[in-house]
Every structure is written in C-alpha cells, then in structure tokens.
C-alpha cells in the first residue's frame, strides 16, 4: 500500500517508463524537484502533483464521499 505522495510519484514515473530527466523535463521542473519528492519527504504544490500524474498518464481526481460525511 503506498503510504505517501512520494512513494505515488515513484511508482507512477516507474511504471510510465520515465526518468527523472523525462519527467522533470515534461512538468518544467529539475530532475532535483522531482527526486526530493519521491525521496526526501517534500511534498509537491497540487498544481504540480496533477502535471506530474498527467505526465505519467494518471489524473488526479477529487470527488466527495457518497455519504459526504467528513472523516476527521
């Protein structure tokens, strides 16, 4: 089970086939951003954790629960 927005990352850049280099390049960003967001605990602005999921050829989705109630 993936535990972070890092470890998502990780595993949607592996199984897209891409490296650092590609990714970064694809979202306008350094090869350096991208690994200190799988690796290093940083965690992306959503703007760019959506381009790096298109990139990847995922989407990120929000969309409230069936009951709409609020989990705390």
Do not use: W
Request: charged letters at 30%; proline letters at 4%.
């Amino acid at each position: 089970m993936i535990e972070d927005v890092g470890e998502l990352i990780l595993k949607c850049r592996k199984e897209a086939g891409l490296s650092l280099r590609e990714l970064a390049a694809a979202v306008g960003t350094q090869p350096h951003a991208i690994s200190q967001y799988e690796h290093k605990g940083i965690c992306p602005k959503v703007y760019m954790f959506e381009d790096i999921l298109n990139a990847c050829g995922y989407e990120l989705i929000v969309q409230r629960r069936p009951d709409g109630n609020q989990r705390r």
